[in-house]
């Protein structure tokens, strides 16, 4: 048995049988759907990254570029003229290893925010679950991830800084950036669909953010008793994180994180029950 | 086994009129809204806000049918009578406000040619791309490739992008596609409206080999023949309610015959207006005799014109709006487009927001006596339609006077030239 949507979908022996009624209360998840549909969330990763860099003269060569650019600034204004602490570490490659996962997590949920609205002519003559087209969303930005990611690995062999076995614990923060930026983008893809507004505090939010995460700066400059507050912020866990991973520098804080996945958690389970209630009405709004 | 593909019971659709006009509703329009409510509510708290509420219509209401596997049932009635809800909530796109339907089978829908098709990518690109939107597998696919670029005939262009493509490829491919779907249960709207005339054939004899299949079709279409060509049943929807459903040919009668409410003009009314979304909207077309006044029959002997009244709420670039005029039976007698002549082809390449007026002047000695049946249509050609009525007005010709009235009984044939003869007498 399998269940679709709103829908049940249940295999008889005269094929299977599609029932269409108003859902009532709150929708169930349905998983199995999602996996049956697990073609198309590839073909629409695929789809996105195929056509960002056509037409485009130097490519994926983009990737690298805005992190290095941003890196220069951060560098330059911080760490040069403000003197900024960096943990003991050239600043540059400091900074460089906190936009790697900022960069990621930006551009996932600002993509996932803006999906259903870029999707509509699919949400409006297609049925498929609505939750692929964020899902999609915050696959593709690991592509860019991954050639970041090569970059700092450079950038390390030049500061001959070597690997150790944390960098095995990498992929969990990795995953907690992808799950955060997932919550995120569920609330605001499906708020998008009605109120257009979001797509322009979006921006803000980002800026607004990083600054709230210890990118630019190390987050041991935070007061102690503004910790837990800041904590909240799932990104502090992941860029320390990173910084732990890859550099050896502070250590985990592990209420911190505890903290943060709370959080995020929570946050992701209201974002799915959020983005059900609202999905049977995108295709009427959008 | 059931022998019933898809059954619907009292299947009901309510849309809230706000809803459809300002579509991009603000945080602020919200708080406004439910400030309102929560004030309206504590005068008189009892008030039911859904029912009888002139902000909310019924875009389908109460309608129930039955189609038997195997069986290619139409769909027809004018614009925004339901037939698009009909197919969205078969569909699965959006839900129904109450009542219930159920598919017995694997379901395929297609309400648009090569939806998800992107500019960018190639013939190749999206065939995949479009398949897995379709609901197909990549295997799937796979095995179909070469029959879809095939039927296509696009082979020499397959790894070209497809924003290159002439607008005729393009709706082959993406038509391809979607010919290929093997669902048990196909539903479609209006999607054979594009393309040439010999792959429209095409599609439809691709269409007519999925039944003898044993698939269920259900089909929107506003082609009188194609309706009769492929299926043998079908419902009139009128204002969101079935009101007629019977073996194609009586439908289609029902259907020309009850045509538009008044001969002479067809008004659209705010209600109306609510499934048109964009920047065209129709306000009225009106048939005038040579003296200006409205008329319902005209003479064959006198010129007359039909004119299109709209209003353009945003500028529109290279506007093609256009009247085809059909006999009773559905025989497609012409096609003419407002810019047709070269002068206002360049003057009106570029319309600004505003109301427009748009009359035809149809010479005397042109139409025989019958009923004909205007169709409206405006689209930005090779882009999208805006906006189509397949059965906008309708008129009546007498033919009083007209070329031969000396000669008894009639002539039939839909035209009444006034022709001159050479005759060489040796």
Redo the contacts between chains.
Sequence with gaps: MET????EVTTT???????????KGWAALKLGELWHYR??L???A??DI??RY??TAIGVGWVVVQPLATMAIFTLIFGWLAKMPSDGLPYSIFSFTGLLPWNYFSQAFTRSGASLVANA????????PRLIVPLSAVVVPLIDFGVTFLALTGMMLWFSIAPTWQWLVLPLFLSFAAISALAVGLWLAALNV????VAHTIPFLVQFWMFASPVAYPASLVPEKWRFLYGLNPMVGVIEGFRWCLLGTGTLDRGGLAVSAVTVLALLWGGIIFFKRME??F???V | ??DIAIRVEGLSKQ?KIG?AKA?????RD?IVDYGGRLAKWWRHPDSHPQNDDPSHIWALKDVSFEVKRGQVMGIIGRNGAGKSTLL????????????????????G?L??VG??F?R??TGR?NV??NG????M??AEIDRKFKDIVEFAQVEKFIDT?VKRYSSGMYVRLAFAVAAHLEP?ILIVDEVLAVGDAEFQRKCLSKMGSITQEGRTILFVSHSMSAVLRLCSHAILLHGGQLVYQAPSAAVVDRYLSSGSESGSERIWTEQDRVAIHGPFIPIAVRVRDATGEQAEVVKTVCPFSIEIEYELIDTVRDLSLQIKLYSIQGEHLFTTSERDEALNYDRFMVKNPGRYISRCRVPANLLNRGIFVVEISAAIPNVHWLFRDHSAVRFSVDDAGGAGSQWAGDRGGFFRPALHWDVLVS
């Design positions: 679709i949507a709103d829908v022996q005269a094929g299977p049988i599609c029932r269409i009624e108003p859902s073609e198309l590839y073909f629409l695929w789809r195929q056509v056509k037409q002519s699919l949400i409006s003559k297609v049925y498929f009605r109120y257009r507004d049977k009405t295709a009427d709004v | 086994m059931t849309y809803v579509r991009h509703d603000t945080v919200t969205k909530i078969l569909s699965r796109i959006t839900e129904p406000t109450s009542g219930k339907a159920e598919l017995h089978g694997r379901v829908s309400l648009e939806t998800g992107d960018e990518l690109e995949y791309l897995a939107i379709l609901g597998r990549k992008p048990e």
